[in-house]
């Protein structure tokens, strides 16, 4: 991304399983600047809702 000069690497998981489920949406569009060049743009969300009893994740 312009503007960013260190791209950190991080790992979430969850405790006693190798995967963890993520859901979320993802999107890559064209977008034109003002100078009219264009570009391709991605955007994301995540769903989320707060943790039930006895959830635990790990960073």
Do not use: C, N
Not at 7 to 36: C, N, Q, T
């Amino acid at each position: 991304m312009k503007g960013w000069k260190k791209k950190v690497p991080y790992f979430i998981g969850a405790e006693g399983s190798e995967l963890l489920y993520l859901p979320g949406l993802y999107e890559r569009h064209k977008a034109v600047d003002e100078d009219d060049v264009a570009d391709r743009v991605g955007s994301f969300g995540m769903l989320t809702q707060a943790a039930t009893e006895g959830d635990h994740i790990y960073f």
